[in-house]
């Protein structure tokens, strides 16, 4: 598989494997019920804390939204080839990637408590932002600057 084909799937595979996490999270708070944690036990509280909404919406609702954009991003781009929108898909993964930075702090140093599902949504959001630095780089064949204008 050719490094362009591996930066889609991966932009594919991690955008719908948060949406996934992060819908269930919101799926929860609508229920009024904490996800289950297991032995982490931080769950519940990270979900109830202050933190965990803005203007009543949760967090999580916000993610769904982050990662749902990320994957319809890649799904336009798969059906227009145009290089703009990968390169905008890989710049907005940087959004992503500051507000798990933060998110992750408020856990740790903050909330003091760790959600599972919260961990997962961070890895993934670095992951998204990692492949957006490779498109930004130019790794595969119509995702560079160059061979954008040469169109």
Known sequence: MPPKKIIL???LAASLIG????AYLTAKHFLGVPPPCGRFGGCETVTTSEYATIG???LALLGALYYLAVFLSVIAYLDTRRPGILRMTAGFTAVGFIASL?????????????CPYCMLSAFVSTVLFIVGIA??????????PANARSR
């Open 9 to 11: 799937a991966l932009l």
């Open 19 to 22: 949406f996934v996490d992060a």
């Open 56 to 58: 009543g919406a949760p």
């Open 102 to 114: 933060w998110f992750v702090y408020l856990q740790l140093f903050v909330i003091k408590a760790i």
């Open 135 to 144: 498109v930004l780089r130019g790794q595969g064949a119509d995702a560079s």
